[in-house]
């Protein structure tokens, strides 16, 4: 079954779901519509969608964006580059394979691990992907780079 999604939300939030966004609208009480492209035919319960009040960082050549909350962005440009590297690696080896034109991954404060496979977003605890060239040895560069490539391969 193919799905199409709309979250009505405040203007102060962000919705994000496994598609692209189609229109946003603004209806009578100033909240605002988010329309997303129709999923292709896939299960429902690889359906995601999220609202909310982070920053991103953009490649607008992949697609990709990675959302955190804007205060720690610095901290996530390593895994920034780890995230667009692993996709450009996966779409050369893999084209066949993609199922959804987006990527968002979202990065939470304190989030459990979670294995669910949900299409076109990938979620991510703060303090496993956080590189502070600063005070972390390059070392952890590739724990974080465990950490995504996983989860980008089982999504995929």
């Keep these: ?63 990709i964006k990675l959302w955190c909350r804007t205060d720690m962005k610095s901290y996530m440009i390593f895994a920034y580059i780890v995230i667009l590297k692993i996709a450009q690696l996966l779409k050369n080896t893999f084209p066949y394979i993609r199922k959804t034109p987006e990527t968002n991954h979202i990065v939470i404060p304190k989030l459990l691990d979670m294995e669910e496979i949900k299409l076109g977003l990938i979620l991510y605890n703060e303090t496993d992907i956080t590189f502070d060239q600063e005070i972390d040895p390059e070392m952890r560069k590739f724990e974080i780079i465990r950490i995504i490539g996983r989860k980008m391969v089982h999504e995929w």
């Design 1 to 63: 079954v193919s799905y199409n999604i709309s979250i009505k939300h405040h203007k102060n939030y962000t919705a994000l779901s496994n598609m692209p966004v189609r229109a946003v609208n603004i209806d009578k009480s100033k909240m605002i519509w988010t329309h997303f492209q129709s999923t292709p035919i896939m299960p429902d319960y690889f359906i995601a969608a999220s609202v909310v009040s982070l920053g991103f960082i953009l490649d607008t050549s992949q697609n």
